[in-house]
């Protein structure tokens, strides 16, 4: 059974850092492509960052790029996401999420996801 489990999240003021973790068992996981998902309240969900399995490629939304960047430790089977410069648009719930592939910028990609951990920037 796939699981994963994020942490990281909470309230940050606006320029500032958090680092989001997400622990996966269950599957191969350096076979498996991980991605970052958000979604704010009444928005849909969108990819913010995705790796391959061995962490050689990476993809980051233009909405975030310079300011997050994902890796990941296959060693202790996590993905990190570490945002920072963080912006009040940068509020939403972020989920973690495991590929099918090694490989994967489509949402259709993705067949398990966490719980989801919320992120809250203010001013």
């Known amino acids: 059974q796939v699981q994963l489990v994020e942490s990281g999240g909470g309230l940050v003021q606006a320029g500032g850092s958090l680092r989001l973790s997400c622990a996966a068992s269950?599957?191969?996981?350096?076979?498996?492509?991980m991605g970052w998902f958000r979604q704010a309240p009444g928005k849909e969900r969108e990819l913010v960052a995705a790796?391959?399995?061995?962490?050689?490629?990476?993809f980051h939304a233009d909405s975030v790029k310079g300011r997050f960047t994902i890796s990941r430790d296959n060693g202790k089977n996590t993905v990190y996401l570490l945002m920072n410069s963080l912006k009040t648009e940068d509020t939403a719930a972020y989920y973690c999420?495991?590929?099918?592939?090694?490989?994967?910028?489509?949402?259709?990609?993705?067949?398990?996801w966490g719980q989801g951990t919320q992120v809250t920037v203010s001013l």
């Open positions: 790796i391959s399995g061995s962490g050689g490629m990476t």
């Open positions: 999420a495991i590929s099918r592939t090694n490989w994967s910028t489509r949402r259709s990609g993705y067949d398990y």
């Open positions: 269950g599957r191969t996981f350096s076979n498996s492509g």
